[in-house]
């Protein structure tokens, strides 16, 4: 009775492992299969990035989510409305968490409560292309941002994000922004430097023939490979100095 129990007993357990299996593997399946209508990129590590929480008090007052939910940004999103993924992106997003990470700390960033100022015009290096994503994820706009309701202006963006021409950042960065809380006052400064991530010497030899439509498709996936292993690089492991996040006082 016993032989047979034990029989019985490791039959259920083999299809029990069995079951187990099955299902892993189609949930995995199902994680590589995009949903329809659904984005599908090429590169798994925009998935793991980490996002960017914001709560919205606009998108509450007109009904779009529950007070207690937020926004929540992820690198793709940024790509997508970029629609493309390089280091401008890529620094402009990290950056971005950076700041938002320096002022709020735990708490959850308030989307449309954010001040930025670059250092340099819109025309400067790649300050246009950056800002965008910048405003994409804080809500901060320029001369065409939403003006709020009634005399007041409340839930405004309208000409939170400026440019400083008068005041330029250091020639070897990319861009130094400025972050403030438009409820505490506090300001922290972004710069982002390149410099310091290194760049496969393929990427000179191959842009040429890319750009000119001469390279090889072999040639052309080496160039996005290549391409978006640096962009990888900014996000996940920067190498020291390529981001620098200091509080300003006033």
């Keep these: 009775m ?36 659904q984005t599908k990129y090429n590169k798994d590590f925009f998935d793991s990035i980490e996002p960017i929480k914001l709560r919205d008090p ?21 790509v997508k409305y970029a629609g493309h993924s390089c280091p401008a992106v890529a620094g402009a997003y990290k ?7 320096s002022l709020y700390g735990e708490e959850v960033p308030v989307r449309g409560n954010i001040k930025v100022v670059f250092k340099g015009g819109v025309d400067y290096k790649v300050n246009g292309p950056i800002s965008q994503v910048v405003t994409f994820i804080t809500g901060a706009s320029g001369e065409n941002g939403f003006r709020g309701f009634g005399t007041a202006g409340k839930y405004g963006r309208y000409n939170k994000m400026t440019f400083q021409k008068d005041q330029m950042p250091d020639p070897e960065a990319i861009c130094s922004i400025l972050f403030e809380r438009t409820d505490t006052g506090k300001k922290v ?30 040639e052309s996936k080496e160039f ?27």
């Design 2 to 37: 016993d032989t047979l129990f034990y029989k019985n007993f490791s039959v259920k357990k083999f299809f029990i492992s069995i079951a187990i299996a099955l299902t892993v593997g189609i949930i995995a399946v199902q994680r590589d299969i995009p949903a329809e209508g």
């Design 58 to 78: 606009l998108a509450v007052t007109l009904g779009v989510m529950n007070n207690e939910e937020a926004f929540l940004f992820t690198y793709a999103d940024a």
């Design 95 to 101: 950056s971005t968490q950076m700041a938002l990470k």
């Design 189 to 218: 400064e972004v710069t982002y430097s390149i410099m310091p991530v290194p760049v496969n010497e393929r990427i000179d030899k191959l842009m040429p023939r890319v750009i000119s439509g001469k390279a090889s498709e072999d």
């Design 224 to 250: 996005g490979s290549l391409w978006q292993d640096r962009v990888k690089a900014i996000l996940v492991n920067p190498p020291e100095g390529t981001f620098i996040v200091k509080e300003l006082k006033e």
